[in-house]
């Protein structure tokens, strides 16, 4: 089992839905939580980061976290033709410092 | 410098030669990361340094790769005697080193590795 999972997609939704980015891991005491956008050619850049269970906004992302289901989520509203891309999710571990474990990445694609 | 700069941006080999990839992290960013990603494939860790310690070297895929880090600032990954299935894009990243304050990692723009 992969320490963190993705679905490679692709994910297909129409302009303006929701998209939905699920990542599962196996590390119970991981710490932190990232979400990086990646498009193609380009280096991942980081979206945002979660911490603490529930729900984390950030203009149109909402980062989802549930430590007991060991799941975090990526909703993007109003979903545009640019944020087509491939989405890593990344796990800090508890006993790794600052090292990040990322996910094979879920690729997104939104169209007009 | 206001990001994390990689050098060269794209690197033709001859199968067998050796080559070097620069890294210059953001500044003051004590922690510093190698990636390479095939194509299409996701991202494969080689190796992590942090401040002064030993770095995390279990990443690396043979003994033909080797990286340093000198005065806990720029580094260089060298692969010797490349093979064809070194081709991919190196990506390195920096970020705050251990303690509070970590909020995730900066990537470079890569390196571009084909190896003929």
């Known amino acids: 089992q992969k320490e963190v999972e993705q679905n490679s997609g692709p994910l297909s939704v129409p302009e303006g839905a929701i998209a939905s980015l699920n990542c599962t891991y196996s590390?119970?005491?991981?710490?932190?939580f990232f979400w990086y956008r990646q498009y193609s050619g380009k280096s991942p850049e980081l979206i945002m980061f979660?911490?603490?269970?529930g729900d984390k906004e950030d203009g149109r992302f909402t980062a989802q976290l549930n430590k007991a289901s060991q799941y975090v989520s990526l909703l993007i509203r109003d979903s545009q033709p640019s944020d087509s891309a491939t989405y890593l999710c990344?796990?800090?571990?508890?006993?790794?410092?600052?090292?990040?474990?990322f996910g094979g990445g879920t690729r997104l694609m939104v169209k007009p | 410098g206001a990001g994390v700069s990689q050098s060269p941006s794209n690197k033709v080999t001859e199968k067998g030669k050796d080559v070097e990839l620069r890294c210059d992290p953001i500044s003051g960013h004590t922690a510093l990361y190698w990636y390479r990603q095939s194509l299409g494939q996701g991202l494969e860790f080689l190796i992590y340094?942090?401040?002064?310690?030993?770095?995390?070297k279990s990443g690396l895929p043979s003994d033909r790769f080797s990286a340093e880090r000198t005065g806990g600032s720029v580094s260089t990954l060298t692969i010797q005697r490349t093979q064809q299935e070194d081709s991919a894009v190196y990506l390195c990243?920096?970020?705050?080193?251990?303690?509070?304050?970590?909020?995730?990692?900066?990537f470079g723009s890569g390196t571009r590795l084909t190896v003929v």
């Open positions: 990243a920096s970020s705050l080193g251990q303690g509070g304050g970590f909020s995730g990692y900066t």
């Open positions: 990344a796990v800090r571990a508890g006993n790794a410092g600052n090292m990040l474990t």
């Open positions: 590390d119970r005491g991981s710490q932190s």
């Open positions: 979660i911490y603490s269970n």
């Open positions: 340094f942090q401040g002064n310690s030993a770095p995390d």
